[in-house]
């Protein structure tokens, strides 16, 4: 029994310091930029982290659905549920903790629709922590971290994918506008306090995309909903062309964006 604790203990050393040896190598080897994407496995955060990819980024992503953890020389994808696991444990990862971020990416989020009086106090907790208070935490601890380490030669970004919720009331939406809000309320606060150059803050506040956002309401007709892809394009180029230290637009729906 004790030997068996020990080997599973010798397995978890191991496996964490092969994780370490491997991404360090892949720093190392390629110099590349890096991207954190939360919620990069789906949707408009898919087609960022395969933007990024494109133009020769490292990208992390994390996502709920997704069982294992995976990387290659892309990028790595790490199985992290904001709504169990708490911050502390995505910044103990150690392909977390040994990237240098270069951008950091909030996009996860999901959907919660209907009268307030028929949410149960479980949704709403849930939405609340996926939504704001999980990645709340996490922004927090990069932020520093990223401050720390911006210069003129190392310009860093910091990110944040809200909604047309976010600034407009909507009846049925409530509990999901409000952690909308709140991201819009963060997110100014922070382009207003930040004082660094080489840090650069945006805030992203799309409309309606084609996404899994709505896998569960099938009566939400997305037919004239904006394509991610498309969105994500505009973004991107946004990030990369960033001099004010902080960013705002909004992605309406839009027939161009299709
Ligand atoms: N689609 C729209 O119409 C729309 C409009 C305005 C704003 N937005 C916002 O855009 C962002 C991206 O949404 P999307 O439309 O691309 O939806 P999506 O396809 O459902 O992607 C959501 C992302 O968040 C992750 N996620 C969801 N719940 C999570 C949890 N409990 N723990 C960890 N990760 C979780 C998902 O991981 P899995 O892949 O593992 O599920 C996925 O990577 C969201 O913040 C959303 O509020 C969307």
Same mark, same amino acid.
């Given at each position: 029994?004790?030997?068996?604790?020990? #080997?599973?203990?010798?397995?978890?050393?191991?496996?964490?310091?092969?994780?370490?040896?491997?991404?360090?190598?892949?720093?190392?080897?390629?110099?590349? /930029?890096?991207?954190?994407?939360? #919620?990069?496995?789906?949707?408009? #955060?898919?087609?960022?982290?395969?933007?990024?990819?494109?133009? %020769?980024?490292?990208?992390?992503?994390?996502?709920?659905?997704?069982?294992?953890?995976?990387?290659?020389?892309?990028?790595?994808?790490?199985?992290?549920?904001?709504?169990?696991?708490?911050?502390?444990?995505?910044? #103990?990862?150690?392909?977390?903790?040994?990237?240098? $971020?270069?951008? $950091?990416?909030?996009?996860?989020?999901?959907?919660?629709?209907?009268?307030?009086?028929?949410?149960?106090?479980?949704?709403?907790?849930?939405?609340?922590?996926?939504? $704001?208070? +999980?990645?709340? %935490?996490?922004?927090? /601890?990069?932020?520093?971290?990223?401050?720390?380490?911006?210069?003129?030669?190392?310009? /860093?970004?910091?990110?944040?994918?809200? *909604?047309?919720? %976010?600034?407009?009331?909507?009846?049925?939406? *409530?509990?999901?506008? +409000?952690?909308?809000?709140?991201?819009?309320?963060?997110?100014?606060?922070?382009?207003?306090?930040?004082?660094?150059?080489?840090?650069?803050?945006?805030?992203?506040?799309? %409309?309606?995309?084609?996404?899994?956002?709505?896998? =569960?309401?099938?009566?939400?007709?997305?037919?004239?909903?904006?394509?991610? +892809?498309?969105?994500?394009?505009?973004? $991107?180029?946004?990030?990369? =062309?960033?001099?004010?230290?902080?960013?705002?637009?909004?992605?309406?729906?839009?027939?161009?964006?299709?």
């Amino acid at each position: 029994m004790v030997l068996r604790s020990m #080997g599973s203990e010798l397995y978890k050393i191991t496996r964490t310091r092969t994780q370490e040896k491997s991404q360090q190598d892949v720093q190392h080897e390629t110099r590349k /930029k890096s991207v954190l994407i939360l #919620g990069g496995t789906s949707g408009l #955060g898919k087609e960022l982290a395969a933007l990024h990819e494109e133009a %020769g980024w490292y990208t992390i992503k994390t996502g709920r659905i997704e069982k294992s953890y995976s990387y290659d020389k892309k990028g790595a994808t790490i199985h992290y549920d904001l709504s169990r696991e708490g911050y502390k444990d995505l910044l #103990g990862d150690p392909t977390v903790r040994n990237t240098n $971020f270069d951008r $950091f990416i909030w996009v996860a989020g999901m959907w919660l629709q209907g009268p307030f009086a028929s949410y149960s106090s479980t949704e709403v907790q849930k939405v609340v922590e996926v939504n $704001f208070t +999980a990645p709340l %935490g996490i922004a927090l /601890k990069l932020w520093e971290v990223m401050a720390d380490n911006a210069d003129p030669e190392n310009q /860093k970004s910091f990110s944040v994918i809200s *909604s047309s919720s %976010g600034i407009t009331p909507r009846a049925e939406e *409530s509990v999901y506008a +409000a952690t909308k809000h709140a991201q819009v309320g963060f997110t100014r606060s922070l382009g207003l306090e930040n004082q660094n150059d080489n840090l650069k803050v945006s805030l992203f506040l799309p %409309g309606g995309m084609k996404t899994r956002l709505y896998r =569960n309401h099938p009566e939400v007709d997305t037919s004239q909903f904006n394509d991610p +892809a498309k969105v994500a394009a505009k973004m $991107f180029e946004l990030l990369n =062309n960033q001099e004010e230290r902080y960013l705002e637009k909004a992605f309406p729906r839009d027939p161009s964006l299709r």
